[in-house]
Nanobody, 130 residues
């Protein structure tokens, strides 16, 4: 049974940093795309960042508002996906969810939608106070 478990959320002040982790169990996703989404109260789930495997290596994709501030990475030996978040803003407040797919593609356009993802974690709360 595949399971994704996020951790690392918390309360942080504006301009602060956090590192989110997502541990995958049940199967390896080292050659499949994984991603982070977030959902704020009353809003739809939104894409944050994705990482996919290609013959050239790992490829990353970011939502525009988090580029230059967030970094997605993974450690396949530890079956762990990370999201390093810097210079946090109040609008980053949300539940952050980890997602994984069976799909072996790397299209950033498709990976930024909910469609490809087969597995989701329960989420970890990030709150940025001003």
């Amino acid at each position: 049974q595949v399971k994704l478990v996020e951790s690392g959320g918390g309360l942080v002040q504006v301009g602060g940093s956090l590192r989110l982790s997502c541990i995958a169990s049940g199967r390896s996703f080292s050659e499949n795309a994984m991603a982070w989404f977030r959902q704020a109260p009353g809003k739809e789930r939104a894409f944050v960042a994705a990482i996919s495997h290609t013959w050239r290596g790992e490829v990353t994709h970011y939502e525009d508002s988090v580029k230059e501030r967030f970094t997605i990475s993974r450690d396949n030996a530890k079956s762990t996906l990370y999201l390093d978040m810097n210079n946090l803003k109040p609008e980053d407040t949300a539940v952050y969810l980890c997602a994984a797919t069976h799909w072996l593609g790397s299209s950033g356009e498709l990976l930024s939608t909910l469609d490809p993802y087969d597995y989701w974690g329960q989420g970890t709360q990030v709150t940025v106070s001003s």
